[in-house]
């Protein structure tokens, strides 16, 4: 996930965003002038192939929702505390068994690993409010994942490496080397702002100096590397077949599907209006022909239909940041449980019918 605010003018000067800005202009052309307007929400129904998880940075909480807009469940419980609190909640992706929640705080320097539904915290790594490169600690973490493995990755963002931490609290291996910043992967890396997991135990990073996307196989060794043509590549998904998704971390943000060869093969991006994105964080493939978008600074989360180039479902009220039920400020994570994987889940089946 992207790094914090005013941190975003300190990283723009090691970007090249001025190359980045004209390969974008290179790129297929925008929706005609009135997509603004088309890009209102229309209905659909049940878009949702279950539940979304949706981290809400801004309000340092952890939300699950449906299709109709009613949430489910949420983290930290409501006049519960916790053992260790979220502080600015980057991201939550849910465990490989969808039993457990793991979320990385990026001003906190920390990665929780929480019980679902019971919201127990069951394990950290980092220490609270310190930034460090030694054993035991962070430079804001982001895009952690709880990897098949048991092995937890993540992006260790200011470090300029991705780590591979086991539950023993030891690191296991790693892509980068903390304090040499530079793109010469797999011994350095740029800044990097995600770090995905791939089929097969690879893992997909992108740097932001320099907008590189680069694909590493499950031994660290270097796959391949593409130049996205964006100011902030931010999150990317594999979507197999060659294939990647990218949030443009900007404004307007946009989102693309762009190739292994750096081919852009489809992109979102309206200039104003209702459907233009504002520091878009990350996107994901909710079903096929569409995706889901943390349009961050409007304060939403929105399904974006890729056939219609149009918003057709949003979570939040845009541009009005809020804590009640409805509202987001700033979302910044989110993750799919499918249906079938809830309904298995006695304790969220109960979470379900309840509502």
């Known amino acids: 996930m992207p790094l914090p605010r005013r941190l975003l003018a300190a990283v723009?000067?090691?970007?090249?965003?001025?190359?980045?800005?004209?390969?974008?202009?290179?790129?297929?052309?925008?929706?005609?002038?009135?997509?603004?307007?088309?890009?209102?929400?229309?209905?659909?129904?049940?878009?949702?192939?279950g539940y979304l998880l949706i981290a809400d940075r801004g309000n340092d909480r952890i939300l699950l929702v449906d299709s109709r807009k009613r949430i489910l469940w949420r983290y930290p419980r409501p006049g519960r505390g916790s053992s260790l609190p979220l502080r600015f909640d980057d991201d939550a992706f849910f465990g490989p068994n969808d039993r457990t929640i793991i979320t990385n705080q990026e001003e906190q320097h920390t990665i929780q690993i929480l019980s679902f539904p019971?919201?127990?915290?069951?394990?950290?790594?980092?220490?609270?409010?310190?930034?460090?490169?030694?054993?035991?600690?962070?430079?804001?973490?982001?895009?952690?994942?709880?990897?098949?493995?048991?092995?937890?990755?993540?992006?260790?963002?200011?470090?300029c490496r991705v780590l591979f931490i086991s539950r023993a609290h030891r690191v296991v291996r790693e892509i980068?080397?903390?304090?040499?910043?530079?793109?010469?992967?797999?011994?350095?890396?740029?800044?990097?702002?995600?770090?995905?997991?791939?089929?097969?135990?690879?893992?997909?990073?992108?740097?932001?100096?320099?907008?590189?996307?680069?694909?590493?196989?499950?031994?660290?060794?270097?796959?391949?590397?593409?130049?996205?043509?964006?100011?902030?590549?931010?999150?990317?998904?594999?979507?197999?077949?060659?294939?990647?998704?990218?949030?443009?971390?900007?404004?307007?943000?946009?989102?693309?599907?762009?190739?292994?060869?750096?081919?852009?093969?489809?992109?979102?991006?309206?200039?104003?209006?209702?459907?233009?994105?504002?520091?878009?964080?990350?996107?994901?493939?909710?079903?096929?022909?569409?995706?889901?978008?943390?349009d961050d600074y409007r304060d939403r989360v929105v399904l974006i239909s890729i056939p219609r180039h149009r918003i057709v479902w949003q979570y939040g009220h845009t541009d009005v940041p809020g804590s009640a039920d409805g509202y987001l400020n700033t979302p910044d994570g989110m993750d799919l449980l499918p249906y079938r994987a809830a309904m298995a889940l006695p304790a969220v089946r109960r979470l379900v019918h309840a509502r």
């Open 118 to 159: 019971a919201g127990n915290v069951l394990w950290y790594y980092g220490h609270v409010g310190q930034r460090g490169w030694t054993a035991g600690y962070l430079n804001t973490p982001d895009d952690s994942y709880l990897l098949p493995n048991g092995l937890v990755s993540v992006a260790d963002a200011y470090n």
């Open 176 to 294: 980068g080397t903390a304090h040499d910043c530079r793109h010469d992967p797999p011994r350095a890396l740029g800044a990097v702002n995600g770090a995905t997991p791939m089929p097969g135990g690879g893992t997909l990073v992108s740097e932001i100096a320099g907008s590189w996307i680069d694909a590493f196989d499950r031994h660290g060794r270097l796959l391949w590397s593409v130049r996205a043509p964006v100011s902030y590549p931010s999150d990317p998904q594999w979507l197999g077949h060659g294939r990647f998704l990218l949030a443009d971390y900007a404004r307007p943000g946009h989102v693309l599907i762009m190739t292994t060869r750096g081919r852009v093969l489809w992109r979102y991006g309206p200039p104003s209006g209702p459907g233009e994105l504002d520091h878009p964080s990350l996107a994901f493939r909710i079903r096929s022909g569409l995706v889901a978008v943390n």
């Open 12 to 49: 723009a000067a090691a970007c090249l965003a001025a190359g980045a800005a004209l390969a974008l202009r290179a790129g297929p052309s925008e929706p005609p002038a009135g997509a603004a307007a088309a890009a209102r929400p229309a209905p659909l129904p049940a878009p949702i192939p």
